[in-house]
């Protein structure tokens, strides 16, 4: 994609982190934005911030989870600017412990959240970008977890590799067709984010919240190390690069790429795979 002044991007999970670096990003391309996040005011708040950096941008509540919820996004996509050229699958939840653990409620949510949410709006997105005709774009953003799976990441790990089997079969299916659309899969390792206080929004409609199963000193150790990783405005102008470049695999550790390297080495051979990072 080469132009991108005066069109329109939907952004997902875009009151804050990645979601809000890569609508700021966008924003500054000139282009038309679309935010859409389930946290009301923190929302509020980013479309205020580009609006006062001299952004068009929208701020729609949306609940990922929910075909509706995605199909009223698009709606008002629609109803304000016209089209849709770029779409980024951003929004995201934390889900940790050992997968026989979880409750039915953590894996609804989890996978509701980090893989039906994309599922829903490629589905809803994608036939209105086919049929405009112009260039477009969708993102993904995955995780460094779908190719090098850690143990004890629960339901979360589960969901990326679904999000990366989505993009590629996306990615292929734009090409077989012939559609003006790239497809970019961000895989990063630790960001500096808040998604692990994602239990904030946890939703009412799925009962009372459960306990937490993280161990408590992984966690504060977690919250360490991403209070100085990578910050998400660096990864944003590597995913805006990754849309000019038509590029699908958006990785942004190479430090990761000796473990996704032995992974994909166990395959081919058939052997038992190590322990990440051992």
Same mark, same amino acid.
């Given at each position: 994609?080469?132009?991108?002044?005066?069109?329109?991007?939907?952004?997902?999970?875009?009151?804050?982190?990645?979601g809000?670096?890569?609508?700021?990003?966008?924003?500054?391309?000139?282009?038309?934005?679309v935010?859409?996040?389930?946290?009301?005011?923190?929302?509020?708040?980013?479309?205020?911030a580009?609006?006062?950096?001299?952004?068009?941008?929208?701020a729609?509540e949306?609940?990922?989870?929910k075909?509706?919820?995605?199909?009223?996004?698009?709606?008002?996509?629609?109803?304000?600017?016209?089209?849709?050229?770029?779409?980024?699958? /951003?929004?995201g939840? *934390?889900?940790?412990? !050992? =997968?026989? +653990?979880?409750?039915?409620? &953590?894996w609804?949510?989890?996978?509701g959240?980090?893989?039906?949410g994309?599922?829903?709006?490629?589905?809803?997105f994608?036939?209105?970008?086919?049929?405009?005709?112009?260039?477009?774009?969708?993102?993904?953003?995955c995780?460094?977890?779908?190719?090098?799976?850690?143990?004890?990441?629960?339901?979360? /790990?589960?969901?990326? *590799?679904?999000?990366? !089997? =989505?993009? +590629?079969?996306?990615?292929? &299916?734009?090409?077989?067709?012939?559609?003006?659309?790239?497809?970019?899969v961000?895989?990063?390792?630790?960001?500096?984010?808040?998604i692990?206080?994602?239990?904030?929004?946890?939703?009412?409609?799925?009962?009372?919240?459960?306990?937490?199963?993280?161990?408590?000193?992984?966690?504060?150790?977690?919250?360490?190390?991403?209070?100085?990783?990578?910050?998400?405005?660096?990864?944003a102008?590597?995913?805006?690069?990754?849309?000019?470049?038509?590029?699908?695999?958006?990785?942004?550790?190479?430090?990761y790429?000796?473990?996704?390297?032995?992974?994909?080495?166990a395959?081919?051979?058939?052997?038992?795979?190590?322990?990440?990072?051992?």
């Open positions: 994609m080469e132009q991108f002044e005066g069109k329109t991007a939907v952004v997902t999970g875009a009151a804050s982190g990645m809000l670096a890569l609508a700021s990003r966008l924003a500054d391309a000139k282009m038309r934005v935010l859409a996040d389930v946290e009301v005011e923190p929302l509020k708040r980013a479309e205020e580009l609006l006062e950096r001299g952004g068009d941008v929208l729609v949306t609940d990922v989870r075909l509706d919820s995605i199909e009223n996004l698009h709606a008002k996509a629609i109803d304000a600017y016209g089209k849709v050229h770029v779409l980024c699958n /951003n929004a939840v *934390a889900s940790g412990g !050992a =997968l026989w +653990e979880q409750t039915p409620e &953590e609804e949510w989890a996978l959240v980090n893989l039906w994309f599922a829903h709006a490629v589905r809803t994608i036939p209105g970008m086919i049929a405009h005709g112009e260039e477009g774009h969708v993102v993904n953003t995780s460094v977890g779908a190719l090098i799976p850690m143990p004890f990441g629960g339901a979360y /790990n589960v969901a990326k *590799a679904g999000v990366l !089997a =989505l993009s +590629e079969t996306l990615f292929l &299916e734009l090409k077989v067709t012939e559609a003006r659309i790239g497809v970019s961000l895989c990063p390792g630790l960001m500096n984010t808040n692990m206080d994602s239990a904030r929004n946890w939703p009412e409609d799925l009962g009372p919240r459960p306990s937490d199963k993280r161990d408590p000193a992984e966690v504060v150790a977690v919250r360490e190390m991403m209070a100085s990783a990578m910050s998400t405005d660096a990864v102008e590597g995913v805006f690069n990754a849309i000019r470049a038509d590029q699908l695999y958006v990785l942004t550790h190479p430090e790429d000796s473990m996704i390297r032995e992974r994909m080495d395959i081919l051979e058939r052997r038992n795979p190590a322990l990440p990072g051992m």
